[in-house]
């Protein structure tokens, strides 16, 4: 009888032990399904950005549409004038009295402190807008791919929106 009890006292441990490991499993697989559950979010997280550019090349491969680009930040009031002057690149007049006036001529200032060309895909239906001076008033105009590579000569700066990666739009910066 005693060795009847104590295989059921052995039984009923290893049977509460077993049950115990389960528990303790348990938070550690929905802890897992919560971590794919964040991935899958964040996978589908629409990310938007807005980058100034200098677009070096356009080119095709595997009938897709890149541009090599050149970030840059393009700064204008303070943020200029403190940077370009961090840089050694102000203008200044020497005044009658003797001083010197440090100013930025036409308000900007372009920085490209990373030389990093970064290859970016466009999107099929990208919209391409160059200004156009030919009215005497600077205006926008949508203009085809073609169309912009013949630009690419004068080095246009450009503003990129970037959507999930792609550029869906690409703008000329006015500059003074």
Known sequence: MNKINLLVVIA?????????????????QARSKERKLDYKQKSTTHIEESKHCYIKEIKEKNRKTYIVADYVDFLEGKKAFKKAKASGDLDYDISENGDTIFYLDDGYYISNVNPKLRTLALDKDVVIELLDYSTGRSTLQKVSIPEFKNKLKSQPIMILKIENRIVVKMTQQYVP
């Open 12 to 28: 009923v441990l290893i049977i509460s032990c077993h049950s115990k490991e389960k528990l303790a499993q348990e938070p550690k």
